[in-house]
T-cell receptor
């Protein structure tokens, strides 16, 4: 099993550009999450999903969009990149909503200039 | 939502036990305590979780006080590779029984040779 796979690993965007961060998991997990981590800080939840077709906002959703058309994939969309979105983005998944562990990808390091 | 309080940093000598404390005084009866760690620049890694009983696995032990208002993560024989930020998390439940993992700032454990 590959676990949680994020692509790309690194990306530089110009202000105003858009991009999609990809996240895929092969563990048949219902729950998926997107976090961002600014330098020296903890992780902040952006969006999460409890299953295909269902998404909800986390702590810091502004400037981002998500979709969940399949169980395996949970892409994160940045429509108008801003310098404040420079961060490391982590995707995670878990089987259920309690009593189980979450598995994290290795992150996407995004710089907006 | 229950919040957690952890020391910002701790040191531990290699080969000795590392005891990482966490306060969660507002925890409710059906909320689990989770521990994750993040080694520099990597995605967080699950360590252990518990509800009310003490738990042990191959990585660590989790001691939860009887009133559940605090817990301690124990790494029995710390190695240099255990140097990381350790996050204590109380699993948050919202109206739809959706549990979100909300991270704080964690404890930076530095294992010294």
């Amino acid at each position: 099993n590959a676990g949680v796979t994020q692509t790309p690993k690194f990306r530089i965007l110009k202000i105003g550009q858009s991009m999609t961060l990809q996240c895929a998991q092969d563990m048949n997990h219902n729950y998926m999450y997107w976090y961002r981590q600014d330098p020296g800080m903890g992780l902040k939840l952006i969006y999460y999903s409890v299953g295909a077709g269902i998404t909800d906002k986390g702590e810091v959703p502004n400037g981002y969009n998500v979709s969940r058309s399949t169980t395996e994939d949970f892409p994160l969309r940045l429509e108008l990149a801003a310098p404040s979105q420079t961060s490391v983005y982590f995707c995670a998944s878990s089987y259920s909503d309690r009593g189980t562990e979450a598995f994290f990808g290795q992150g996407t390091r995004l710089t907006v200039v | 939502d229950a919040k957690t309080t952890q020391p910002t940093s701790m040191d531990c000598a290699e080969g000795r036990a590392a005891n990482l404390p966490c306060n969660h005084s507002t925890i409710s009866g059906n909320e689990y305590v989770y521990w994750y760690r993040q080694i520099h620049s990597q995605g967080p890694q699950y360590i252990i979780h518990g509800l009310k009983n003490n738990e042990t696995n191959e990585m660590a032990s989790l001691i939860i006080t009887e009133d559940r208002k605090s817990s301690t993560l124990i790494l029995p024989h710390a190695t240099l590779r255990d140097t990381a930020v350790y996050y204590c998390i109380v699993r948050v439940a919202t109206g739809g029984a959706t549990n979100k993992l909300i991270f704080g700032t964690g404890t930076l454990l530095a294992v010294q040779p």
